[in-house]
C-alpha cells in the first residue's frame, strides 16, 4: 500500500517560493505523483502530475529525483489565495489491475502578507 | 476534463433515517470513487464504484452501510444507510477519465449533519 509522508503545515510569506516535500517510499515502478489543493468546503483541486525528473504548468512545478521516493512541489511567488491544503498522490494498485488514490494528511500552507 | 455535480450540497438528516447522494458527471468516465472529509482532516477513501457490478469498498466501510450504485459511465448514487452523528460529514465523489493515470476531478462534496 503506496503511502505519503508530508509536512503538515508550513507558514511563508507572499511573494516567497514556496517548497513542499513529499515522502512515497513504497512507490511502484509505473506510479504517478500527483498533487492537489483544496481550499475550505470545495473539494481538492488537480495541480500537477508527474512520473519523473521536472514537470512544470502555469501555476506549479514537481521535482521528482531519480530513486522517486521522494516529491517536491514548488509553488513560485505565492500570494494570499494560495492559502490551503496540499496533498501529494500517489496510485494505489486495485485487484481489478487499475488505479485508486489514497491522500495523506496533505500539509496546510498559509501565506502571510 | 470533467464536472461533477452532486446532490445534495447539504442536508440534515434524523438519526437511524437513510440518505443517497448523487454523482453526475458530464462527460464519460472509467473511475469513480467516493470519500469522505470530516472536520480538518483529509479526504478518506470508502469506495471504488464499478459500473454494473459491486462496489469496491475500503477497510473500515461495508456496503450494508453505504451502498453504492453505478449503473453507467456517467453516474453513481453512494446512500448513508441507519445513520448516526458520527456519520456527519462530507461526503466527495471523485472520476477520473483513464484507468491508471491523469486527473482526478472532484465534485464540491455533500455536507451531512446527523442530528
Known amino acids: 500500500l503506496a503511502k505519503t509522508t508530508q509536512p503538515i503545515s508550513m507558514d511563508s510569506y507572499e511573494g516567497q517560493e514556496v517548497n513542499i516535500t513529499c515522502s512515497h517510499n513504497n512507490i511502484a515502478t509505473n506510479d504517478y505523483i500527483t498533487w492537489y489543493q483544496q481550499f475550505p468546503s470545495q473539494g481538492p483541486r488537480f495541480i500537477i502530475q508527474?512520473?519523473?525528473t521536472k514537470v512544470t504548468n502555469e501555476v506549479a512545478s514537481l521535482f521528482i529525483p531519480a530513486d522517486r521516493k521522494s516529491s517536491t512541489l514548488s509553488l513560485p511567488r505565492v500570494s494570499l489565495s494560495d492559502t490551503a491544503v496540499y496533498y501529494c498522490l500517489v496510485g494505489d494498485s486495485l485487484t481489478s489491475g487499475t488505479y485508486k488514490y489514497i491522500f495523506g494528511t496533505g500539509t496546510r500552507l498559509k501565506v502571510l502578507a | 476534463s470533467a464536472v461533477i455535480s452532486q446532490k445534495p450540497s447539504r442536508d440534515i438528516c434524523q438519526r437511524g433515517t437513510s440518505l443517497t447522494i448523487q454523482c453526475q458527471v458530464d462527460s464519460q468516465v472509467t473511475m469513480m470513487f467516493w470519500y469522505r472529509q470530516q472536520p480538518g482532516q483529509s479526504l478518506t477513501l470508502i469506495a471504488t464504484?464499478?459500473?454494473?457490478?459491486?462496489?469496491?469498498?475500503e477497510s473500515g466501510f461495508v456496503i450494508d452501510k453505504f451502498p453504492i450504485s453505478r449503473p453507467n459511465l456517467t453516474f453513481s448514487t453512494l446512500t448513508v444507510s441507519n445513520m448516526s452523528p458520527e456519520d456527519s460529514s462530507i461526503y466527495l465523489c471523485s472520476a477520473r477519465q483513464g484507468a491508471y493515470t491523469g486527473e482526478l476531478f472532484f465534485g464540491e462534496g455533500s455536507r451531512l449533519t446527523v442530528l
Open positions: 508527474g512520473y519523473k
Open positions: 464504484a464499478n459500473q454494473g457490478s459491486e462496489a469496491t469498498y
